[in-house]
């Protein structure tokens, strides 16, 4: 919380009272004031946030019902960002070009497609490119670090409901826990035979600026489930709180088999992207 603090000068040598320091009135904490200042928050930080290009680094982990290493992958790359206002979402897509230490000599030519083709047209077809590169039996292509603040966006955030969960002291302010349940569909993601995967997770909010800090979200689609956190720092460099990590768990289990997927991915070297892309 900002601190006012006041300084008087005494006129003379006697031990002057102490002044009590003015504080800024504290912010409202209820569900539906944190919750109208994140949206906010969202509004600029989309418009901020278009054509942004970083450095992806990815570690995977296959483990058996013993817990037992049965794959392993790391990939590394770029990742283009940016926020698609007629669909009401995000969309990242991956540039991968270096798999368990070898560079691929065949790649899609990211900046190409972006600048020549109707980026909301070949949106999905990209996205699903995002998936090319996993690993397990676990069919995924939600790795998105942003797929969280979907939540809240004007289109989707009414089929939600919100709880306050808990609040904390940081040096800014304090900080809200806000849960969220998915309550009505169309449901933001689906299962591969179109079914409904209705998601439930939670948002750490600044509850003075609305800024998210944290992200965490569940699905659940029949002996499947998985949950994906994302943290969000500040970069100077861009004047944004951006993601800096995805760390993701699924696990998957039939009668006495089970399967779990760790992966977690990192982000560094934010830029702009420099070309015009096409969206229409």
């Not at 009590?20 to 969202?42: C, E, F, G």
């Not at 926020?83 to 995000?90: E, S, V």
């Not at 489930?225 to 995805?246: D, I, R, Y």
Request: hydrophobic share 40%; glycine share 6%.
């Amino acid at each position: 919380m900002t601190r006012l603090v006041c300084g008087w000068l005494a006129a003379c040598a006697i031990a002057a009272p102490m002044v009590a320091r003015a504080q800024a009135p504290s912010p409202d904490m209820s569900v539906r004031a944190v919750i109208a200042k994140t949206a906010v928050y969202l509004k600029e930080y989309k418009e901020a946030l278009q054509f942004v290009l970083c450095d992806e680094a990815t570690i995977q982990d296959v483990l058996d019902e013993r817990g037992g290493s049965a794959a392993h992958r790391e990939t590394s790359g770029e990742f283009f960002l940016t926020y698609l206002p007629t669909d009401g979402g995000w969309v990242g897509v991956r540039d991968i070009a270096i798999v368990d230490g070898v560079p691929l000599e065949k790649r899609d030519n990211l900046r190409e497609l972006l600048t020549k083709a109707s980026f909301a047209r070949i949106g999905r077809q990209l996205a699903d490119r995002n998936a090319r590169y996993n690993i397990g039996s676990i069919s995924r292509n939600v790795n998105d670090p942003m797929l969280a603040l979907v939540i809240l966006d004007d289109k989707h955030r009414e089929r939600f409901t919100f709880d306050r969960r808990r609040v904390e002291p940081s040096a800014t302010g304090p900080m809200v826990t806000i849960t969220f349940t998915e309550r009505e569909a169309p449901t933001l993601v689906r299962g591969a035979d179109g079914s409904q995967i209705f998601a439930k997770g939670d948002l750490v909010i600044d509850a003075v600026t609305g800024r998210v800090l944290r992200t965490a979200i569940t699905l659940k689609d029949g002996k499947t489930a998985g949950t994906l956190t994302t943290v969000f720092t500040e970069n100077q460099k861009l004047g944004l709180w951006l993601p800096s990590s995805l760390t993701e768990t699924y696990e998957h289990t039939v009668g006495r088999l089970a399967e779990k997927v760790q992966a977690h991915s990192t982000y560094t070297n934010y830029r702009r992207f420099n070309v015009n892309v096409v969206i229409k």
